[in-house]
């Protein structure tokens, strides 16, 4: 199974900052990376897929980038209703896996 | 809109067998666009990926629970299944249903877009 490695685990952030958080695969996953922000009690949301490109509605102060095992997601300037936890997910190969997420928490 | 939206019995005993539905409006499961996988998160919040079920009808389940795990598409009824035969306390989850789609650039990646809110379940005496 390709692992997953979100870093960091959880941050602390304020109403305006950057935000990155990376996601390192086990093995070069090209480019087959999707990223989804979750909030308690609810289902995972797409943000970004095929490593860069925004699903539709989703804001522009999202951006995702990387290619062969290192991806990054970066939120320009983190709003309010940003506050959540974000995943990263391979589906490069079965079986499709997940990162353990990244906690982005208020300051 | 696509909506889905996951049914099941909550609570089941260990050695039980699991049956979980997920039914969709706006859409097809008939439909030769997409495929449908379902995802389960443990109480650590962990996500872990359980299996797809493709436009052609076949299967491919996470191998971790391949000897337990079957799923099912009902066109008929719009619904698509997930079974889960034993159940021990390690499958107590909520469990999701989701669309894959497939974005055709310089290869085919698949994307899960579209996901049921989740339903919990939980395995206990």
């Known amino acids: 199974d390709i692992q997953m490695t979100q870093s960091p685990s959880s941050l602390s952030a304020s109403v305006g900052d950057r935000v990155t958080i990376t996601c390192r695969a086990s093995q070069s996953i090209s480019g087959f990376l999707n990223w989804y922000q979750q909030k308690p009690g609810k289902a995972p949301q797409l943000l970004i897929y095929?490593?860069?490109t925004l699903q539709s509605g989703v804001p522009s102060s999202f951006s995702g980038s990387g290619s062969g095992a290192d991806f990054t997601l970066t939120i320009s300037s983190l709003q309010p209703e940003d506050f959540a936890t974000y995943y990263c997910l391979q589906t490069y190969s079965t079986p499709w896996t997940f990162g353990q997420g990244t906690r982005v928490g208020v300051k | 809109q696509v909506q889905l939206w996951e049914s099941g019995p909550g609570l089941v005993k260990p050695s039980q067998n699991l049956t979980l539905t997920c039914s969709l409006a706006g859409g097809s499961f008939g439909s030769r666009r997409y495929y449908w996988t379902w995802i389960r998160q443990h109480p650590g919040k962990d996500l872990e990926w359980i299996g797809i079920?493709?436009?052609?009808?076949?299967?491919y389940y996470n191998p971790s629970l391949r000897s337990r795990v079957t799923i099912s598409v009902d066109t008929t009824k719009n619904e698509f299944s997930l079974r889960l035969r034993p159940v021990t306390g390690a499958d107590t989850a909520v469990y999701f249903c989701?669309?894959?789609?497939?974005?055709?650039?310089?290869?085919?990646?698949?994307?899960?877009?579209?996901w049921g809110q989740g339903t919990p379940v939980i395995v206990s005496s």
């Open positions: 989701a669309r894959v789609f497939i974005h055709d650039v310089w290869a085919s990646i698949p994307v899960v877009d579209y």
């Open positions: 095929g490593t860069s």
């Open positions: 079920i493709y436009n052609s009808g076949d299967t």
